[in-house]
């Protein structure tokens, strides 16, 4: 006699009801609009400090700029520096137009130019997920912050997601930004 093992999905489905855990978000991936939202936040929240918050920044156990697979960072495209890093210290102080990722894309001069439009903008590239080797693909919102006479200071922070466009990402951010028109 053949013994057959069926997983939980198929089980589920001869059963006749959802499988709930197949179809649940990951709650640890960070979503877009928690990105966001914390780039909003880190570029007031730079505005008010000034050159002193930048160290904020690079404080790992933080979770106001750590939070589930995502991070706050910080750099200047005009002094080409990374200025604040929570989880690779070993990039602050170091140069950043041509660092590649891997797939030999130039990605803070993509970075530089979309954090330079009004409404910040999204950057895909390909970069390893905290505590991992393997390079995933991420999508960052990267925005402007004036900070105490630099006002080439940018602010970014990513999802690590392979379905979302930069397209659909952009059009969330303008949307984002629009005032809500209320039905009457």
Request: charged share 25%.
């Amino acid at each position: 006699m053949r013994k057959t093992t069926l997983g939980f999905a198929s089980l589920a489905l001869i059963l006749g009801v959802t499988p709930v855990i197949a179809l649940a978000a990951d709650s640890n991936a960070a979503t877009p609009d928690e990105v966001m939202t914390k780039v909003h936040e880190a570029v007031q929240y730079l505005n008010d400090k000034g050159l002193a918050g930048f160290s904020d920044f690079n404080n790992n156990k933080d979770a106001r700029w750590v939070w589930k697979d995502s991070y706050v960072f910080v750099y200047s495209c005009r002094d080409n520096v990374m200025i604040a890093h929570p989880l690779r210290p070993d990039m602050v102080g170091k140069p950043i137009l041509q660092m590649k990722d891997d797939k030999d894309h130039l990605l803070f001069q993509d970075m530089c130019k979309a954090g330079a439009n009004k409404d910040g903008g999204w950057v895909e590239y390909w970069w390893p997920k905290p505590g991992e080797a393997k390079a995933s693909r991420k999508i960052s919102f990267v925005h402007s912050a004036e900070v105490s006479f630099k006002p080439d200071i940018q602010v970014g922070a990513g999802i690590y997601d392979d379905k979302m466009s930069v397209e659909e990402l952009n059009k969330l951010a303008t949307q984002a930004k629009q005032p809500r028109k209320d039905a009457p």
